[in-house]
């Protein structure tokens, strides 16, 4: 089976790459009909505009346009990904630094959205056909109403300002030194041993992995459940009742089993939108991630940072779809056999 | 035909969420239309002695001003009704664009299949390894700020939405008998289309356009969150949280209030969207029948 993993992932990659260039000439071209001017943005307002014309050369901005695209891949490959206009720093080392915070951040939304995602499947299956369950049924489309930032700052009203419970910004209390060893928190303040700060770092997660958690668990939760109820007509099922195997036992041992895999499916798609949906819940929280990052940049039309920051957010919703394929082919003996 | 579907479905609770979704959407929709009539003040009036107001029920309010007032006295009443201006035009406007693209992008690819079936399959893949706000961010970096560029952002990262879930209805119903017959009567492939399958994935179509509707809220009060949308002084949802989280502590309400206009409005798409579904989905309405 690891032959087959492996030999499924260099296939994935190999269909990721192209995938991967388009994306980053797509970035570039539409970044490069930009109104701004990011050689004058660069320069202090009195400069003249023999010095910005310096600047756009020095810039390679007075290029063609493939041929900037040709150096900035170039460049990119290896491993430099140009210097911030407004920081003054490395692209790199600011996507160093903040990557981990939203791959923490998303990770632990993902594990919550799994979680109550099917904990409410099989809740809304177990109701079904009765008025309660018609009833959670409405319950779960007024919930998908509700997106993911609505529910961050919903939390930061109700558990941070009204019934002051847990923190709502930033990653750590300032009152601790932020320990650096990988980048990611929950892993640093182990490896420093003080769980202390362990604690106070995920208690900082709390709300923010919650509301986006909350907001992706319902599509899961609204498969899950329609796909149980396809199984439930299926041959096997009709067998495991007529010999008296109990409701539970054919819902967890018979029917979910069959029943996880379009789950999966969905979910796989579900994490790639919830690693974008970090993006606005850490401006909320002002969590230091590369969402963050992105709406700064943006904001401060900071092309090499937006360039590669999108690239970040297309690299890693390419390597959750891999994962999850893995996943898939782990799960499903069907496709193992081959 | 549809006559006989609605005498059915009324008796239905299904139907209930049709309804109940037309009217939040119409209440919507009025509010956004007659805002002018509706509102009490002007939105971006601002009134520096009166600031923070709570609604008028509570204590401290102003019956003047119904919904209380925002942190440069300008009337949220008033901002929320032409708050619903925007979002709406958004919502028609990008959902439809969207929907252009969307929809005959599958058709073409679930009708000719081949070449361009691949091609436009590849475009699907290429735009669904994006976080779809970090392309819509993208894009408005490079059409700049104001509400056509939220509009035509929406239409360019959207579009996938219709065409991945419509290609494959149309996969399936170019493969029905009535379709293979309609070519071999000469009609011609535009004809066949046209005639034969639009109608077939036409109920797909509307719920998923009622379902894009809400998505646009949410995206056009995404980008005015982070100011991308409307100018500063203009009132979008959007814009009012953003204002909101700054006197937090001082005045919920201000938050609570352009929130719910956005679930309100989002919820309403989407009981419409999935009522819709529920009652013109021939496979569920088989499944129901057995």
Known sequence: ?338 | MGKRFLKKELAFLRSGRVIVGVALVGIVVSCALFAPFLAPHDPEEQNLITTLLPPAWSAGGDPAYLLGTDSLGRDVLSRLLYGARVAMTVAVAASFGAMLIGSTLAHLAGYFGGKVDWLIGRAVDVWMSFPPVVLSLVLMTGLGAGISSVILAIVLVDWTRFCRVLRAEVLVTRRQDYVAAARLVGFSHWRTLTREILPATMPLLITLLSIEMGIAVIVEAILSFVGMSVGANQSAWGQMIADARQTLYESGWNLVLPMLAIFVTVLGFNLLGDGLRRTLDPRLLQAREL
Not at chain 1, 217 to 230: A, C
Not at chain 1, 264 to 270: C, D, E, F, I, R
Request: glycine content about 8%.
């Open chain 1, 1 to 338: 089976m690891i032959v087959q993993l492996l030999g499924l992932f260099a296939r994935r990659l190999l269909v990721a790459i192209p995938i991967l260039l388009v994306v980053s000439a797509l970035v570039f071209v539409v970044l490069r009909v930009l109104p701004v001017d990011p050689a004058a943005m660069s320069m202090p307002p009195n400069a003249t505009k023999a010095e910005i014309e310096m600047k756009r050369q020095e810039m390679g901005l007075d290029r063609p346009l493939p041929e900037q695209y040709a150096i900035w891949l170039g460049q990119t490959l290896k491993g430099d990904l140009g210097t911030s206009i407004h920081f003054r720093r490395a692209v790199s080392s600011l996507i160093a630094e903040t990557l981990p915070a939203t791959i923490e951040l998303a990770a632990l939304a993902m594990l919550i959205a799994a979680v109550l995602g099917f904990a409410g499947g099989l809740l809304l299956f177990h109701l079904r056909g009765t008025l309660r369950g018609e009833a959670a049924d409405l319950g779960s489309t007024v919930l998908m109403s509700a997106p993911d930032f609505l529910w961050g700052l919903m939390f930061i009203l109700a558990f941070g300002v009204v019934w002051p419970l847990l923190p709502f910004t930033g990653r750590l209390a300032s009152s601790f030194a932020r320990p650096v060893h990988t980048g990611f928190l929950i892993l640093d303040t182990l490896i420093e041993g003080r769980p202390d700060m362990f604690l106070d770092a995920l208690k900082h997660m709390v709300l923010p992995a919650t509301a986006l958690g909350l907001a992706f668990s319902v599509p899961i939760m609204r498969v899950l459940r329609s796909s149980l109820y396809e199984i439930d007509h299926a041959d096997y099922i009709r067998q495991a009742r007529l010999r008296g195997v109990s409701e539970g036992r054919i819902l967890l041992r018979h029917a979910l089993k069959n029943a996880i895999l379009p789950t999966l499916t969905l979910m796989g798609v579900q994490f790639g939108f919830l690693f974008g949906g970090t993006l606005l819940i850490e401006v909320i929280y002002s969590y230091p991630g590369l969402g963050n990052l992105m709406v700064d940049a943006v904001r401060n039309a900071d092309l090499p940072i937006i360039q590669a920051v999108a690239l970040a957010y297309a690299a890693v919703v390419l390597l959750i779809n891999m994962i999850v394929d893995g996943l898939y082919l782990v799960l499903n003996p069907r496709l193992r056999t081959a």
